[in-house]
């Protein structure tokens, strides 16, 4: 994950940036400079880290949950599919009223584990100098010295943090089940 994180944070984020100035000094040679200027004036300092954090956690987890979920669907019976269809519903119909809801169902475990892990992993984008909690705890422990204090504190909140995510996806697939069964 810190590979990742790294790796879109460090390097896809300048080179998109840098393709963008690029379509924008295209775009004043064809004399669109209305396009061109804000496009071309665009440079790397303009994308602050906690941006590229974010978006070096959206996508990695983002490609995660979409594999959740593609799996969820494809776990849903075909025969449920097919009765949808010979009741007169489209495609839409079927995956919205039949099959979305039963694969949700499927997937809540999952997706609950891939919240609580994306909360633990968000504590890497302190290594991009990004003022998050762990950054904070390691800014007080290096100017204090007062390393116990500040990590136990830190690992209390990351545990409580990850308990009260844990215990509202629990709640929630208790209010999806079926009859009642966990």
Do not use: C
């Amino acid at each position: 994950m810190l590979v990742l994180i790294f790796f879109i944070a460090l390097v896809v984020i300048p080179g998109t940036v840098e393709l963008i100035s690029l379509i924008g000094e295209k775009f004043i040679e064809m004399g669109w400079t209305v396009i061109g200027e804000p496009l071309a004036s665009i440079n790397i300092r303009m994308v602050s880290m906690s941006f590229r954090a974010i978006v070096a956690l959206s996508i990695t987890y983002g490609a995660f949950s979409a594999e959740i979920y593609r799996a969820g669907i494809q776990s849903v019976h075909p025969g449920q599919t097919e009765a949808a269809r010979s009741q007169g519903m489209s495609y839409g119909q079927s995956m919205r009223h039949v099959i979305l809801p039963q694969a949700i169902r499927n997937v809540l475990p999952a997706i609950g584990n891939d919240f609580i892990a994306m909360l633990k992993d968000s504590s890497l984008v302190s290594l991009l100098a990004v003022r998050d909690v762990t950054h904070l705890a390691r800014l007080y422990a290096g100017g204090s010295f007062r390393f116990t204090e500040a990590y136990t504190i830190l690992a209390v909140l990351y545990l409580s943090m990850t308990i009260i995510l844990s215990l509202v996806v629990k709640y929630i697939e208790r209010r999806t089940s079926i009859n009642g069964e966990s």
